[in-house]
């Protein structure tokens, strides 16, 4: 029944539509080469060092090395823990290590490491975004609400200035150092030359990633699904531009701008000029981002991999855009003749109302119903197309061409609700999520008031897959989960993890012998002191 209705789909649209849009259709270029390599571990920062790709592997504590030409892995060297941001000064390799307060320093040529750098063992500054100025190392320490200034020869800190709430992504401008404050929803400039600050900018909700064009700096915007122009001189607000949910980081190529959208699992290409959206590619929640002279690398960071795009196109001598500004909506949304847009609006009312009336007349029940629907819909999408055929042509000759072509979308939209509701329904599950969970769980063959505390993008599955083994008498249980960014999780398992070690009942272990209240407690405040 499905290929009938797929059938019809093809049919109907080509019979309906072709008279409408034949003039309007233009042929597209094209498309990109896009390439995707494998061999990561949970990717986050991303670096280029003139000839290769730099990537930090937040789930298995080092980096890798690939050569930019071909994506061959040339090595993976060890780092701290928990590796985020990542820069080159020219001759090395510097990256933050979150989870064990430390900045790394490898040698580009061989990833020698040439040293590893403490941050106050007295404070959580949690170094996170990392940039060279052209003389000196500079890095953000998210939760003491600093950046540190460090000397490239021997990592020694030169300076700590205060900055905004949560300063995560940094980056310069040749002469002065711009901070994205995630938790206070602005941006701050400060002199390269000794930390001064110059000025403090508002830009929207959460901001993140910030990059420099060669005038103005743009801030993606995590919390408010936007990014933010800012003329570097003065720090005013040249425009904002929406863009995909949850953007994380964004670069400049020379001509255009790019971000990542881990929210809606896509890339976006802008004009630097005026914002204008140049193009959007689908990849698997994309983080870190960088260029290299040709091409965009960005992380895939709920997986394994990372991906290479053209930054200009083959096909394309200068990036192609319309002649009127367009909105997100606007590039997302099919090309559609105005002429048949009422048509499209009136047939989607139709077909809601047909979907209502088979709901009520199927009933609910899970799997039966849901099949029973999908045969219903072949059924009357067929039946529609016979109709179609044979019953439209003496039909028109009374009512014009406007029925029928009213009917040629309902039935084509029909049918794809048909095949869509079963390629939805087995691809919903399998959608990679932007968010992850903080769980406590117990055995009940532990001892009392014995707890396990971890992170999982499935706590359920997770208690499954602890309790499967034959060794385990008991079945673990959630009794407490707490939603949590993705790329928050493992840090703040960690700083729970160290806020009750006294309690651990071994170190190799994530048992904790205390009452679940305080467990609680204790994941809700250090959630909360990061802005959840």
């Known amino acids: 029944m499905v290929v009938i209705s797929a059938i019809v789909v093809f049919l109907s649209i080509g019979l309906c539509l072709s008279p409408l849009i034949s003039e309007e ?12 390599f494998a061999g990561f571990n949970k990717p986050f920062g ?75 063992i007295h404070k959580v500054n949690t170094p996170w975004g990392i940039c060279f100025d052209g003389g000196n190392i500079w890095l953000t320490n998210r939760y003491s609400n600093t950046v540190s200034k460090l000397r490239v020869s021997d990592g020694a800190e030169l300076g700590t200035y205060n900055v905004g709430s949560q300063p995560c992504g940094i980056c310069s401008d040749g002469s002065n150092i711009w901070v994205a404050n995630w938790g206070s929803k602005n941006v701050t400039k400060l002199s390269a030359s000794d930390g001064t600050m110059l000025g403090t900018y508002n830009v929207g909700t959460q901001p993140l990633g910030i990059c420099f064009d060669g005038s103005s700096v743009w801030v993606a915007n995590w919390g408010s699904n936007n990014i933010t122009k800012l003329k570097a001189s003065d720090g005013s607000t040249i425009g904002t531009y929406s863009v995909g949910s949850f953007s994380h980081f964004i670069c400049f190529d020379g001509a255009n701008i790019w971000v990542t959208n881990s929210g809606s699992n896509n890339v976006m290409k802008l004009r630097a000029s005026d914002g204008r959206v140049i193009d959007i590619y689908g990849t698997s929640t994309p983080l870190g981002i960088c260029f290299d002279g ?25 990036p192609k855009v319309s002649e009127s500004p367009q909105k997100i909506d606007q590039i997302l949304a099919p090309q559609i003749p105005p002429n048949i847009l009422p048509i499209i609006i009136i047939s989607c009312v139709i077909v809601l109302l047909v979907l209502l009336l088979i709901f009520s007349l199927i009933g609910s029940e ?66 990679p999520k932007n968010f992850s969970y903080i ?47 993705v790329a928050d999780a493992v840090l703040i398992e960690s700083r729970v993890h160290e806020k009750l070690k006294k309690y651990r009942v071994r170190d190799d272990r994530e048992i904790f012998a205390v009452k679940e209240d305080v467990i609680k407690d204790t994941i809700k405040k250090i959630a909360s002191e990061m802005g959840y």
């Open 46 to 120: 991303i670096c280029f060092d003139g000839a290769n790709i730099w990537v930090a592997n937040y789930g298995s504590n080092n980096v890798t090395k690939l050569r930019a030409s071909d994506g061959t892995i040339l090595g993976t060297y060890n780092v701290g823990t928990q590796p985020l941001g990542i820069c080159f000064d020219g001759a090395n390799i510097w990256v933050t290590n979150s989870g064990s307060n430390s900045v790394t320093k490898l040698s580009a040529s061989d990833g020698t490491v040439l040293g590893t750098y403490k941050r106050d």
């Open 25 to 36: 259709i233009v042929q597209a270029d094209s498309p990109p080469t896009i390439t995707t």
């Open 294 to 318: 040709a091409n965009i690398w960005v992380t895939n960071y709920d997986g394994t991999t990372v991906t290479r795009l053209p930054a200009i196109p083959a096909s394309e001598s200068s």
């Open 366 to 431: 899970a799997r039966k119903g849901f099949i029973r629907f999908i045969l219903v819909l072949a059924v009357v999408s067929f039946l529609g197309y016979l109709f179609w055929t044979y019953g439209i042509p003496a039909i028109t000759n009374w009512f014009g061409k406007n029925l029928s072509t009213i009917i040629g979308v309902l039935l084509a939209l029909v049918a794809l609700a048909a095949i869509g509701g079963v390629v939805w329904q087995r691809i919903k599950e399998k959608r």
């Open 439 to 485: 769980y406590v769980m117990r055995n009940p063959t532990h001892k009392k008031d014995w707890y396990k505390i971890g992170h999982s993008i499935d706590p359920g599955t997770r208690a499954e897959d602890l309790s499967r083994p034959t060794g385990v008498l008991g079945k673990y249980n959630v009794t407490f989960k707490l939603q949590v960014g």
